[in-house]
């Protein structure tokens, strides 16, 4: 499984980006998706996720309702809309994904970098 996140850039503080990952390589619909980020000089943590048929989603407190995660099964691809950004999100962004059997994410993309200024 091959995950390429994309759409990271620079954005003032309020505004808003939205970030895609293309998934390619096996059946897109099997898997779970997760956001995490790395701000620098910090551990990977945790932004959300969403389940295999985009019914349930999942959020850290950090972005709870500001961000929300969407799946399109059509074009095997999964977005993370960021709104009301905040200099404290500044990050490089990573998609991964599992299978509803795995405990963990084995499958990761190269990452994206989100930069908000104040």
């Known amino acids: 499984v091959q995950l390429q996140a994309s759409g990271g850039g620079l954005v003032q503080a309020g505004g808003s980006l939205r970030l895609s990952c293309a998934v390619s390589g096996s059946t897109f619909s099997r898997y779970a998706l997760g956001w995490f980020r790395q701000a620098p000089g910090k551990e990977r943590e945790f932004v959300g996720s969403?389940?295999?048929?985009?019914?349930?989603?999942y959020y850290s407190d950090s972005v709870k309702g500001r961000f929300t995660i969407s799946r399109d099964n059509a074009k095997n691809s999964v977005y993370l809309q960021m709104n009301s950004l905040k200099p404290e999100d500044t990050a490089v962004y990573y998609c991964a994904a599992r299978k509803n059997t795995d405990s963990i994410y084995p499958y990761w993309g190269q990452g994206t970098l989100v930069t908000v200024s104040s």
């Open positions: 969403i389940s295999v048929n985009g019914e349930s989603t």
